[in-house]
Nanobody
Framework: QVQLVESGGGLVQAGGSLRLSCAASSKNYAFSTLAWYRQAPGKERELVAAIIGTGTVRYADAVKDRFTISRDMAKATLYLQMDSLKTEDTAVYYC??????????WGQGTQVTVSS
């Protein structure tokens, strides 16, 4: 079993920046997909950004050119740099590490609140 511990959320004004981190408790899995999701109140959870396989990166249209996903596999840590934040970015952000098939692990979520 792998635990993912998220950090870096908080309250920020519109236009500001935050950096989320997600650290895995184990490096014993060959994680094939690392991703960030978010869920705003009353909305479904949505994909924000993902690193797939050896390094293909995908972003949701809403965050392109503002968010940057990165990883440090030596530390088994995933990052999300969020710049030019907007009020509509307010949500609980979750990380997910996938090891193929149905094997996947989720973080506990970290609240990001962007004020106007």
């Amino acid at each position: 079993q792998v635990q993912l511990v998220e950090s870096g959320g908080g309250l920020v004004q519109a236009g500001g920046s935050l950096r989320l981190s997600c650290a895995a408790s184990s490096k014993n899995y060959a994680f094939s997909t690392l991703a960030w999701y978010r869920q705003a109140p009353g909305k479904e959870r949505e994909l924000v950004a993902a690193i797939i396989g050896t390094g293909t990166v995908r972003y949701a249209d809403a965050v392109k050119d503002r968010f940057t996903i990165s990883r440090d596999m030596a530390k088994a840590t995933l990052y999300l740099q969020m710049d030019s934040l907007k009020t509509e970015d307010t949500a609980v952000y979750y990380c997910k590490f996938g090891a193929g098939g149905a094997v996947q692990f989720w973080g506990q979520g970290t609240q990001v609140t962007v004020s106007s």
